[in-house]
């Protein structure tokens, strides 16, 4: 319990916060440790990485509303290893401060509670949340940054980058068309071409004219004729089809699971193969389903190319559809032992899915109006 001052500060930030457009969810975080990410949520992507670069001082403004916000003791910055220079400026710019600097290994993906438990060792209850820890991102913070001082939360940074002639990090306005930002990236190379608002893996296929929100950072052009769009095009009827005469339960998507190596009682190939039969009884497999995070790993492992996580969408949408609320069950007892050692690398999730040609980190473009 703070004081009674604090809380009435920390009431004022919030009603700001909320006033600015900030998420209800960010806005009302209380936690003990504060973890703010500079790790991107998909290897093509870099927008915190650049937002730290050029905004290091209202990212510290950003750490210290959120730890008023939070009631946070414990900060922590998370970086990624490479680049080098990245990690050299990071410890520079919060030298003297309360903020931990952790440089993270390069792995896919690093949601939150992977983060969480890498950097305090907690493990995540039965809905998958970790308890007393709260994670964020770097434009989050920014957006805190802007809500302290009254202002509206009006401009996303997002990274524009794949088939596209010229990627760059636009900081541009919320509702910004796709078709805008494809332009403002030089245009798309390929005649016909597909979109991912978010990233081409854990994002969501977008039109011309459908616009950026308050929670989008990526957006990633591809080629219609590239594995991933068309994979991610393909009727969910289809995929149960695939699923029902492919998979041979070989495992290797609960191997590599990251909610499973953290000790959730998910396994991915007994689900595609409830799902694929369509058994209608709540087996734990098809309920431990709905803690999918739609990471995309058991895809990228797949010896055959099946997406059980579409499986998992499908089961999710039905299961609401009827009214039934999530069954998540008992709460991880340990994280896998081979944890370490299953999880896939960035490099290597970038050269399965034949996304090298745009690995390239593309530069920053500040918008000249915003200084």
């Known amino acids: 319990m703070g004081r009674p001052a604090d809380i009435e500060v920390r009431a004022a930030l919030r009603r700001r916060a909320l006033a600015a457009g900030l998420d209800p969810g960010v806005a009302n975080l209380e936690a003990d440790t504060l973890i703010a990410s500079a790790l991107d949520p998909e290897p093509l992507v870099v927008t915190s990485r650049r937002l730290l670069a050029a905004r290091p001082a209202a990212v510290r403004r950003g750490f210290g ?39 993270m290994p390069d792995r896919y ?6 983060l969480a438990f890498d950097l305090t060792g907690r493990l995540p209850d039965a809905s998958g949340r970790t308890p007393g820890v709260a994670v964020v991102d770097l434009q989050t913070l920014l957006h805190l940054d802007e809500a302290s001082r009254g202002e509206p939360i009006t401009h996303r940074a997002v990274t524009v980058t794949g088939a596209v002639r010229r990627p760059r990090v636009l900081e541009t306005a919320v509702g910004t068309s796709v078709g805008d930002l494809v332009a403002a990236a030089g245009g798309a190379e390929p005649a016909a071409w597909l979109a991912f608002l978010g990233g081409p893996l854990t994002g969501r296929p977008a039109a011309v004219d459908d616009v950026l929100t308050p929670a989008d950072d990526a957006l ?10 068309r994979a991610r095009q393909r009727p969910l009827v289809d995929e149960v089809r695939r699923a029902r005469g492919a998979c041979e339960a070989c495992g290797a998507c609960t191997a590599h699971c990251p909610r499973a190596l953290l000790g959730h009682g998910l396994a991915p190939h007994e689900a595609v193969r409830a799902v694929a039969y369509l058994q209608e009884e709540r087996t734990a497999g098809v309920a431990a389903a709905t803690l999918c995070a739609g990471c995309g790993v058991c895809e990228i492992v797949c010896p055959i190319g099946l997406s059980p996580r579409r499986l998992f969408a499908g089961i999710a ?15 991880p007892r340990a994280a896998h032992p081979e944890r370490a050692m299953r999880r896939l690398t960035r490099v290597g999730v970038l050269r399965r899915l034949a996304l090298e040609p745009y690995a390239a980190p593309p530069p920053w473009e500040p918008d000249p109006h915003r200084g």
């Open 220 to 229: 990633c052009v591809l080629a219609l004729d590239h594995p991933l769009a």
């Open 65 to 103: 509303a959120a730890a008023l916000l939070t009631g946070a003791g414990r900060l922590v910055l998370a970086v990624p290893m490479a680049p080098e220079p990245d990690c050299a400026a990071a410890r520079r710019d919060f030298a003297g401060t309360p903020v931990e600097v952790a440089v």
């Open 109 to 114: 993906p690093t949601d939150a509670a992977d």
């Open 317 to 331: 949408a039905a299961l609401a559809a009827r009214g039934v609320p999530p069954e998540p069950g008992s709460p």
